[in-house]
């Protein structure tokens, strides 16, 4: 395997790789990485689409790309997915899947042409004194220490953010910046996690800091992720002849580690209560999602919380047996084990009386009836106890839902404080009462409230104890990679295999890494395409820094006149252009 850029190889068509026909290919879970691995077999690999089975134990695809209506309960999304321009392996892909929308279209040309239509942005990122605008005014607020922080972040090596958390290495200033405010709630950072994966974002997206105040930066598909998603490509598969296997649990794995070798031999599944294996030979191909942002995820409804559920959990379980086979296997432990630290809420609110949108159209400044872009993003009730986000994507949200209502999605990094109206933890809220909090922040009158949250919404909360496991301080090693040295017909996909080239909690990382597995196992004579060069290029370096400073010049030490005569010089090469083009030094003096 190996990387690449440009038109050369992105429109290039592998050959049959050798002995193809040879092969099949098992997966574990049916998550966006499996069913992404299974379309670049097919397109890429030429293996047919019968030889390929992906075993889920859930009853449907996706895994935590969902949207879904429970008869009940009422529309259920635990979380969003953010993209942007340069999610170069997930356009790939999307680019060779059939739109389900629109006749003689891929998915990816409806997603262009929709964004092109209706761009994204905010036009109230946050918001006090509930419903207020917070005035952030798209200033970042960083402090010059503040701004010392993030440049010795960025230019420090991997190996020094190893182990460390985020409060380590930024101070005060920093954490009371308008830049953490939009950063931590837009990526659902929190001060405990990892110091490198901060890093890793800041270089990911270093061509977008200054679209993260209005959001300008992102881009949304039509509908919930799970139609907009997930349906046209489970469909393309199964018009392939990919072989599903629901409620099927692969509870282990045996290898045969030898020096220099690895080869998986066995599967093990639960079907129905009964036991089963599958033998593998170097000619069958396994694919692994290891770990589950969404596992043990449980769903209250409007008049029940969600329960946080610290029992067995199977997708940790069976990465924890198959770690301990072989130190190159990663460590679940590092990531599944700290509850405490990696559990978040989300809820679903759906409205029922028409009094509600009005507060959202005042807030978003958009009609949230117009099949537009309403709120752009979050919006994050600032001095929320439950540091409280919100948004309300294109409406509908779903095909099936009614014309006159509006689904909202909500979220809170706090969810063991005391809420703002409601005197309780977001973690022991009934959907009555997460949706009664958002609506005091929503502004609408006291009075009101009691009445709206108990018959004008109706809330699905969602508690998800290891919804942020991946961003808990590592060391290298501690995710296995992609596919580990000496393995002949086996990898680890998702969220917890080690790219090393791109960051995780994206939609990207879920289709790189089965792209990275299957050219790796079958040598596809195509790169894999790099990862968007942004952090390399002094045009995005120099104009990222301007939006950190605010637009402020750069002030140089010294007296005046040496400084005039720095920047007279500078205002003669290409440097001082570059320079005054990004707003950090002044004109002519």
């Given at each position: 395997?190996y990387?690449?850029?440009?038109n050369?190889e992105?429109?290039a068509?592998?050959?049959?790789p050798?002995?193809?026909?040879n092969?099949?290919?098992?997966?574990v879970?049916?998550g966006?990485?499996?069913l992404?691995?299974?379309?670049?077999?097919?397109?890429d690999?030429?293996l047919p689409g019968?030889?390929?089975?992906?075993?889920e134990?859930?009853?449907?695809?996706?895994?935590?790309?969902d949207g879904?209506?429970?008869?009940e309960?009422?529309f259920?999304?635990?979380?969003g997915?953010e993209?942007?321009d340069?999610f170069?392996?997930?356009?790939?892909?999307?680019r060779?899947?059939?739109?389900?929308?629109?006749?003689?279209?891929?998915?990816l040309?409806?997603?262009?042409?929709?964004n092109?239509?209706?761009p994204?942005?905010?036009l109230?990122?946050?918001?006090?004194n509930?419903g207020?605008?917070?005035?952030t005014?798209?200033?970042?607020g960083l402090?010059?220490?503040a701004?010392k922080?993030?440049?010795k972040?960025?230019?420090?090596?991997?190996?020094e953010?190893?182990?460390k958390r985020i409060?380590e290495v930024f101070g005060?200033?920093?954490?009371?910046?308008?830049?953490w405010l939009?950063w931590?709630?837009m990526?659902?950072?929190?001060?405990?996690?990892?110091?490198?994966e901060?890093?890793?974002y800041?270089?990911?997206?270093i061509h977008?800091?200054g679209?993260?105040?209005?959001?300008s930066?992102?881009k949304?598909t039509?509908?919930n992720?799970?139609?907009?998603?997930?349906?046209p490509?489970?469909?393309?598969?199964?018009d392939?002849?990919?072989?599903?296997q629901f409620?099927?649990e692969?509870?282990?794995?045996?290898?045969?580690?030898?020096?220099?070798?690895k080869?998986?031999?066995?599967?093990?599944w639960v079907r129905?209560g009964?036991a089963?294996s599958t033998?593998?030979?170097p000619?069958d191909l396994?694919f692994?999602?290891?770990g589950?942002?969404?596992?043990?995820?449980?769903n209250?409804?409007?008049h029940t919380?969600?329960r946080?559920n610290?029992?067995?959990?199977?997708?940790?379980?069976?990465?924890r047996?198959i770690?301990?086979k072989?130190?190159?296997?990663?460590?679940p432990?590092v990531f599944?084990a700290h509850?405490?630290?990696t559990k978040?809420?989300?809820?679903?609110?759906?409205?029922l009386?028409?009094r509600?949108?009005?507060?959202?159209?005042k807030i978003?400044?958009?009609d949230?009836?117009?099949g537009?872009?309403?709120?752009?993003?979050?919006?994050?009730a600032?001095?929320?106890?439950?540091?409280?986000?919100w948004?309300?994507?294109?409406?509908p949200?779903?095909k099936?839902?009614p014309t006159?209502?509006?689904v909202v999605?909500l979220?809170s990094l706090?969810t063991?404080?005391p809420g703002d109206?409601v005197s309780?933890?977001?973690q022991?809220?009934?959907?009555?009462?997460?949706?009664?909090?958002?609506?005091?922040h929503?502004g609408?009158p006291?009075?009101?409230?009691p009445?709206?949250?108990?018959t004008?919404?109706?809330?699905?909360p969602?508690m998800?104890p290891?919804?942020?496991?991946?961003f808990?301080p590592r060391?290298a090693?501690?995710?296995?990679?992609v596919?580990?040295?000496?393995a002949?017909?086996f990898?680890?996909?998702g969220q917890f295999?080690e790219?090393?080239r791109?960051c995780?909690?994206?939609?990207e990382y879920?289709?790189?890494?089965?792209?990275?597995?299957?050219y790796?196992l079958?040598?596809?004579?195509?790169?894999v395409p790099?990862?968007f060069?942004s952090?390399?290029d002094?045009?995005?370096?120099?104009?990222?820094?301007?939006?950190?400073?605010?637009?402020?010049e750069?002030?140089?030490?010294g007296?005046e006149?040496a400084?005039?005569?720095?920047?007279?010089?500078?205002?003669?090469?290409e440097i001082?252009?570059?320079?005054?083009?990004?707003?950090?030094?002044p004109?002519?003096?």
């Amino acid at each position: 395997m190996y990387y690449s850029s440009g038109n050369y190889e992105a429109f290039a068509r592998p050959r049959k790789p050798d002995g193809i026909e040879n092969k099949t290919a098992w997966f574990v879970g049916a998550g966006l990485a499996s069913l992404s691995g299974a379309a670049f077999l097919i397109r890429d690999a030429q293996l047919p689409g019968e030889k390929i089975t992906i075993f889920e134990r859930l009853a449907l695809p996706g895994g935590a790309l969902d949207g879904i209506r429970e008869p009940e309960k009422g529309f259920v999304i635990r979380g969003g997915r953010e993209m942007e321009d340069h999610f170069e392996c997930l356009w790939d892909l999307f680019r060779s899947i059939p739109s389900i929308e629109v006749e003689g279209a891929s998915v990816l040309d409806e997603f262009y042409w929709l964004n092109k239509d209706d761009p994204n942005y905010s036009l109230q990122r946050a918001t006090v004194n509930r419903g207020q605008d917070a005035r952030t005014d798209g200033l970042f607020g960083l402090s010059d220490k503040a701004q010392k922080e993030i440049v010795k972040v960025f230019l420090a090596t991997r190996e020094e953010m190893e182990g460390k958390r985020i409060n380590e290495v930024f101070g005060p200033d920093f954490l009371a910046s308008n830049f953490w405010l939009y950063w931590r709630t837009m990526f659902a950072f929190e001060e405990w996690h990892s110091a490198l994966e901060m890093k890793l974002y800041l270089h990911r997206f270093i061509h977008h800091i200054g679209g993260l105040p209005d959001f300008s930066a992102l881009k949304f598909t039509r509908y919930n992720q799970y139609e907009s998603l997930v349906l046209p490509l489970y469909k393309w598969l199964l018009d392939q002849g990919v072989a599903f296997q629901f409620a099927t649990e692969v509870t282990d794995v045996d290898f045969d580690v030898t020096p220099g070798r690895k080869q998986a031999t066995r599967i093990h599944w639960v079907r129905d209560g009964q036991a089963g294996s599958t033998d593998l030979g170097p000619d069958d191909l396994l694919f692994m999602t290891i770990g589950s942002l969404t596992e043990n995820s449980d769903n209250g409804d409007h008049h029940t919380p969600a329960r946080l559920n610290e029992g067995p959990a199977p997708a940790w379980d069976l990465w924890r047996r198959i770690a301990a086979k072989d130190p190159s296997f990663g460590n679940p432990d590092v990531f599944g084990a700290h509850i405490p630290e990696t559990k978040w809420e989300s809820a679903t609110v759906t409205t029922l009386d028409p009094r509600i949108p009005e507060y959202i159209r005042k807030i978003a400044k958009r009609d949230p009836f117009s099949g537009k872009v309403v709120t752009g993003g979050i919006v994050t009730a600032r001095d929320s106890n439950w540091l409280l986000s919100w948004t309300v994507n294109r409406q509908p949200h779903f095909k099936q839902q009614p014309t006159d209502q509006i689904v909202v999605w909500l979220y809170s990094l706090f969810t063991d404080k005391p809420g703002d109206y409601v005197s309780k933890p977001m973690q022991d809220c009934t959907g009555e009462e997460i949706t009664a909090e958002w609506l005091y922040h929503l502004g609408v009158p006291v009075s009101d409230i009691p009445e709206l949250a108990a018959t004008g919404a109706k809330c699905v909360p969602v508690m998800m104890p290891y919804v942020t496991a991946f961003f808990m301080p590592r060391h290298a090693g501690d995710r296995p990679d992609v596919v580990p040295e000496g393995a002949v017909n086996f990898a680890f996909i998702g969220q917890f295999a080690e790219s090393s080239r791109d960051c995780i909690f994206t939609t990207e990382y879920s289709v790189r890494t089965p792209m990275e597995a299957v050219y790796t196992l079958l040598n596809i004579e195509r790169g894999v395409p790099e990862v968007f060069g942004s952090t390399y290029d002094i045009r995005t370096l120099l104009a990222a820094a301007s939006h950190l400073r605010d637009g402020q010049e750069l002030h140089l030490p010294g007296p005046e006149f040496a400084r005039k005569w720095l920047f007279g010089k500078l205002d003669q090469i290409e440097i001082g252009e570059l320079l005054t083009q990004a707003g950090l030094m002044p004109g002519k003096p």
